[in-house]
């Protein structure tokens, strides 16, 4: 089955924890994303990566950092946690950037505290 | 900041009213992305459009796309309890896919 895997689904740390989201994909896509959801302000993107080793900053990449080894995988890091960073997490892929859809994980809530 | 403009941010609505939500870009989009997301649930993609003045439906769902390709909009005919949910747009600007702030959707039976 086609899917985006993320892990883990809920996760509660304390502020200066680091801590790793993982993000896999099946679907040999090249284009992967990661975006963090809060009321009111929708999906605004962290991080994407176009291919193998080439990433880039959306729009909120402050605290995050990503990498892109290989195809299937785009961990995002958190290496210090901040309360403001409480969130829900999605990892999405796609086959291209721009004119194909594209599939998201199931979403992973993270509390700092 | 926010570059694709949704509203309304939050509608309610009897069973069976019509439902619309308006999406703006300051800026020409190549191609405008449509998704639903369920409470407690991920994005899921419903459509995509291309062309200038185009419209797509899908059942009850009709989505458009304006002449200048700067507005879309979502209209659901004769809503069901089914269709609650949040519905985002989202267009590409360079290489990121830009959405709204969505438009949560609640609808009384």
């Known amino acids: 089955e086609a899917q985006v895997t993320q892990n883990p689904r809920y996760l509660i740390t304390v502020t200066g924890k680091k801590l790793t989201v993982t993000c896999s994909q099946n679907?040999?896509?090249?284009?992967m994303s990661w975006y963090r959801q809060d009321p009111g302000l929708g999906l605004r993107q962290i991080y994407y990566?176009?291919?193998?080793?080439?990433?880039d900053k959306g729009d909120v990449p402050e605290g995050y950092k990503v990498s892109r080894k290989e195809k299937r995988n785009f961990p995002l890091i958190l290496e210090s946690p901040s309360p403001n960073q409480t969130s829900l997490y999605f990892c999405?892929?796609?086959?291209?950037?721009?004119?194909?859809?594209?599939?998201f994980g199931n979403g992973t809530r993270l509390t700092v505290t | 900041g926010q570059q694709v403009m949704q509203i309304p941010q939050y509608q309610h609505v009897q069973e069976g009213e019509d439902f619309t939500t308006y999406c703006n870009s300051s800026?020409?989009?190549?191609?405008i992305q449509w998704y639903k997301q369920r409470p407690g649930g991920h994005p899921v993609f419903l459509i995509q459009?291309?062309?200038?003045?185009e419209v797509k439906k899908q059942k009850r769902l009709t989505f458009q796309f304006g002449e200048a390709k700067k507005n879309s909009s979502l209209h659901i005919t004769a809503t069901q309890t089914t269709d609650v949910g949040t519905y985002f747009c989202?267009?590409?600007?360079?290489?990121?896919?830009?959405f709204g702030a969505g438009t949560i959707l609640r609808v009384k039976s």
């Open positions: 999405a892929s796609s086959f291209d950037r721009v004119y194909s859809p594209l599939h």
């Open positions: 679907m040999n896509h090249e284009y």
């Open positions: 990566s176009m291919n193998v080793e080439v990433t």
């Open positions: 800026t020409t989009l190549s191609n």
């Open positions: 459009l291309v062309k200038s003045g």
């Open positions: 989202a267009g590409p600007k360079g290489n990121k896919l830009v």
